[in-house]
């Protein structure tokens, strides 16, 4: 099966910017794009970016995703602690018929 | 306002059964396909299962595969998971999501889960 990694943990200063990666996903990482999700334990989670660079209507223009072969990232510029959650990497796998989701980067705000 | 809402967790011992629902609002829900995502403690989220608009294709992790079913009422906009012969591993909080579906004349389709409800906890233990 294929497997969407993230880095378990990131951090940064406020006001800094700190970029999470999400790379692999199978052969077929290059074909389908990569969503981002914020979430804090409890709540519901928020579509942060859609097809790789995308961004949902109420999202401020803080948050921004690329992606370059067989990776993607997503950048928050201007962190303060309302940004602390965890962040999920997220794209359609056509093997699964179904969702693959990274295993979650937890954001820090020092 | 478009609203996802779980219902049905609850505790439930070892091969045991469950049955949760998800009941949409402020949306034409039998234009959609929907998706239930789970996280178990300590974990990140997982994809469980998806249902097309009509109910007719359904697809399921290989983890719940011949356990669990997704299915739909669309008269009563409620999509269901029911689940069977659960174990400690399927302890987590479940969540449905809607799956929204752009066009792009440079990239062709693309899909994303746009809309999500706060979850319902399922327990299994003895």
């Known amino acids: 099966q294929s497997v969407l990694t993230q880095p378990p943990s990131a951090s940064g200063a406020p006001g800094q910017t700190v970029t999470i990666s999400c790379s692999g996903g199978?052969?077929?990482?290059?074909?389908?794009?990569v969503n981002w999700y914020q979430h804090l334990p409890g709540t519901a989670p928020k579509l942060l970016i859609y097809n790789n660079d995308q961004r949902p209507s109420g999202v401020p223009d803080r948050f921004s995703g690329s992606k370059s072969g067989t990776s993607a990232s997503l950048a928050i510029s201007g962190l303060h602690s309302g940004d602390e959650a965890d962040y999920y990497c997220a794209k359609w796998d056509d093997s699964l018929n179904g969702w693959l989701f990274g295993g979650g980067t937890t954001l820090t705000v020092l | 306002e478009v609203q996802l809402v779980e219902s049905g967790g609850g505790l439930v011992q070892p091969g045991g059964s469950l049955r949760l629902s998800c009941a949409a609002s402020?949306?034409?829900?039998?234009?959609?396909?929907m998706t239930w995502v789970r996280q178990a403690p300590g974990k990140g989220l997982e994809w469980v299962a998806n249902?097309?608009?009509?109910?007719?294709?359904?697809y399921y992790v290989d983890s719940v595969k011949g356990r669990f079913t997704v299915f739909r009422d669309n008269a009563k906009n409620v999509m269901y998971l029911q689940m069977n012969n659960l174990t400690a591993e399927d302890t987590a909080v479940y969540y449905c999501?809607?799956?929204?579906?752009?066009?792009?004349?440079?990239?062709?389709?693309?899909?994303?889960?746009?809309?999500w409800g706060k979850g319902t906890t399922v327990t299994v233990s003895s």
């Open positions: 199978g052969p077929k990482i290059g074909r389908n794009p």
């Open positions: 402020g949306f034409t829900f039998d234009t959609y396909w």
């Open positions: 249902l097309s608009q009509g109910g007719g294709e359904k």
């Open positions: 999501a809607r799956d929204e579906a752009e066009y792009s004349s440079s990239s062709g389709y693309y899909y994303f889960l746009d809309v």
